[in-house]
């Protein structure tokens, strides 16, 4: 789906509470979560820059998002602008969440040539890797 549910005019002239209603009836239908936090943003931008207050605008569905939807790549470009939407033992699990520890490799790792013979067939040591 490329059509975006609203027009910048909606987004930046709508009240609060239409477009509360209308983000939330978005995503039920969609489920698209990278539109939705975009959406969000959106309405950060526009707590910055209007008089309405917007602040922790649909901090429930924030959390949904982080918490329970499938991470993608908005998600995670997107998750350090929505950090005062959690508490802060929250945000340690939704940062794991959406940026799993890589496994790392150090220079302190090399290979070592064996020194004790290794005996048996070769179906008997490829049964034991």
């Known amino acids: 789906m490329t059509d975006l549910?609203?027009?910048q005019y909606q987004v930046f002239h709508s009240k609060a509470a239409t477009l509360r209603e209308q983000i939330i009836a978005y995503y039920q239908e969609t489920k698209n979560s990278a539109v939705t936090i975009q959406l969000l943003l959106a309405m950060k931008i526009r707590n910055q820059?209007?008089?309405?207050?917007?602040?922790?605008?649909?901090?429930?569905?924030?959390r949904h998002?982080?918490?329970?939807?499938?991470?993608?790549?908005?998600?995670?470009?997107?998750?350090?602008?929505?950090?005062?939407?959690?508490?802060?033992?929250?945000?340690e699990i939704v940062s794991d969440r959406c940026f799993p520890p890589q496994h790392?490799?150090?220079?302190?790792?090399e290979v070592v040539q064996a020194t004790v013979p290794v005996t048996g067939t070769k179906s008997e040591l490829s049964e034991s890797s």
């Open 5 to 7: 549910p609203f027009t």
């Open 49 to 62: 820059l209007g008089e309405q207050d917007f602040d922790l605008f649909l901090k429930d569905l924030v």
């Open 65 to 91: 998002l982080f918490s329970k939807a499938t991470i993608n790549r908005a998600l995670r470009r997107y998750f350090y602008f929505f950090t005062e939407y959690f508490e802060k033992g929250e945000l």
């Open 104 to 109: 790392v490799t150090t220079d302190l790792m």
